[in-house]
């Protein structure tokens, strides 16, 4: 009789379960599917063997990042070598994944089984599995799938903030946009300034420049020789400064009302700001490109790299495909209409873009474009799976693709791709070498800071603490010396009740003699106009 055994996998820990009755179960089905449902009948279905719980939330992240790659971690061989049978054919194991039931036949030969009971038993256990192991909770379980399912998702998340290609994609879409936009734009602008001076649309062909002039220009009749400066300074050319100044003065074009002239200025103005941060866009993605897929953009340049990115949804799928997929990216609808109609599948997409396929003779479009999917394909998976990205593979694979097309246009033989790589290894090993030597500089230079900064704070910490036991001291010393006043005042003898007063407090007795000075002098006031009275009466009489 085999011996079924269900492995089940939680943000707790390993359990291993040995399921009675095996044949039964797997004749009647639906029995199985309703004593899920209860833990009594469930508990004569299964039986613990073995639990192996995690050591810490890290030892718990490893084992389940190992086993969402199907790869066998130390703790389960550990729990499975000795809890299993050791009779290896009698044996058979239930598990959820068949990747991880793969790598444990590989590594200890014991046969797995997936789906049908199985998934059925892992549902039951995954719902009573706090009441089939003892001492575990419903809340302290909850807890650890919990913690698990954010440091999981958090590992995952993780990434290198230089290299994000979701930026890229971003700002490739935007790009696009705005060039739509302004093309839109730069139109109604033409139009609504063209009643006015229609002759300034052909003497200037270009969106942006048209724009700036229509700004600068405003009333045509206003225009004059002072102005011919400001002309050439916008247009970059002195004749056609020139040309519009003559073409102002004998234009066709209606008279129009001041209100207008601020509405187009205004107008005019929203577009050339729209095709300065266009401007600043390009700049920002040509540097993202150079920093997550240097040798994508040296051999096929920042913005057909950055397409095939934004088609492909992130670098690493780019990487994933072939180079026939690479090479028709971007051109699907009519590759399935091909297919339908059973015409030619197309020879190219994005990469039609690319400089290479334009400069190659008609009868060589299709093999170039091969051949430059082909080099697209090696430089993105060097650019996604290395540690540090240079444009070294990049540059060689263009130097590559050139001598190709010289190849189809002259016949001089290329260099062979060995060659090539080998210098590229070269040369890529010193540039990586003074880019982590400079790394190592600039980590050494934060640290040296990091640490002035906590030694500065240690001191600044200390200084205040010396500073607040000062304080207390000096308020501690009075305290102390108002006590040992007090303490005197309490040990002096009262003086004998012999029907005298008691001596009064310092304050009280000043207050005292101060009062008795005041009734001496009052008195002494007294006398004097007593003595100038009798004085007076005396010289009467």
């Known amino acids: 009789m085999v011996l079924l055994h269900v492995l089940f996998e939680h943000a707790a820990g390993y359990a291993l379960f040995a399921v009675r009755e095996v044949e039964e179960i797997s004749l009647l089905l639906p029995q199985v599917e309703e004593s899920v449902l209860t833990v009594g009948k469930f508990h004569n279905v299964v039986k613990l063997v073995a639990f192996s719980p995690f050591r810490s939330a890290q030892s718990a992240l490893e084992n389940i990042n190992a086993i969402s790659e199907g790869i066998l971690h130390e703790d389960l061989r550990l729990l499975l070598e000795t809890s299993m049978p050791a009779k290896k054919k009698k044996a058979l194991l239930g598990v959820a994944d068949a990747k991880l039931g793969a790598a444990i036949l590989e590594e200890l030969g014991y046969q797995c089984q997936t789906g049908g009971v199985v998934a059925e038993i892992l549902r039951g256990i995954r719902l009573h599995f706090h009441a089939l192991v003892k001492g575990l909770t419903a809340q302290s379980a909850s807890k650890a799938q919990l913690g698990l399912g954010h440091s999981y998702s958090r590992a995952k998340v993780k990434f290198n903030v230089n290299r994000v290609d979701n930026m890229i994609i971003q700002s490739i879409s935007l790009l696009d946009q705005l060039d739509k936009d302004i093309n ?122 950055a397409r095939l990115i934004s088609h492909a949804g992130s670098l690493t799928n780019l990487a994933k495909y072939p180079a026939s997929t690479v090479q ?139 500073s607040v036991l000062e304080v207390e001291e000096n308020d501690i010393e009075p305290k102390k010396k108002k006590k040992k006043k007090k303490q005197q005042e309490e040990e002096e003898p009262e003086p004998e009740q012999n029907g005298l007063e008691e001596p009064l407090p310092k304050k009280k007795r000043k207050v005292a003699l101060e009062a008795d000075g005041e009734e001496e002098e009052e008195k002494k006031k007294k006398k004097k106009k007593k003595k100038v009275k009798a004085q007076d009466s005396e010289e009467e009489d």
């Open 328 to 466: 028709i990216l971007g051109a699907e609808k009519a590759l399935f209409r091909a297919l339908k109609t059973r015409g030619n599948t197309p020879k190219y997409g994005l990469i039609f873009h690319s400089t290479f396929i334009g400069r190659a003779a008609a009868k060589n479009k299709g093999r170039i474009s091969r051949y430059l999917a082909n080099k697209c394909t090696i430089a993105s998976r060097i650019d996604c799976f290395s540690e540090v990205p240079t444009s070294v593979f990049g540059d060689k694979l263009r130097e590559q693709v050139e001598e190709r097309l010289a190849f189809y246009e002259t016949g001089q033989p290329p260099r062979k791709n060995l060659e090539v790589m080998k210098e590229a290894v070269v040369e890529a090993s010193e540039v990586v070498a003074e880019v982590k030597r400079k790394q190592e500089k600039k980590e050494k230079k934060r640290k040296k800071r990091e640490k002035r900064r906590l030694e500065a704070l240690a001191a600044a910490a200390e200084e205040a603490e010396n």
């Open 184 to 305: 839109t734009f730069s139109m109604r602008v033409r139009e609504w300034y063209g009643y006015h001076f229609p002759e300034l649309i052909k003497i200037v062909s270009e969106n942006y420049t048209y724009c700036r002039l229509a700004k600068f220009i405003g009333n045509r009749r206003e225009l004059s020789e002072e102005s011919l400066e400001g002309l050439e300074e916008i247009v970059m050319d002195g004749a056609k400064a020139q040309a519009i100044l003559e073409a102002s003065r004998s234009s066709m074009g209606m008279d129009i009302s001041p209100l207008d002239l601020i509405n187009i200025e205004s107008f005019s103005s929203r577009v050339i700001s729209l095709s300065e941060y266009r401007k600043g866009l390009q700049e920002y993605l040509r540097s993202k490109m150079s920093q997550v897929a240097p040798s994508l953009s040296a051999l096929i340049g920042e913005v057909v790299g």
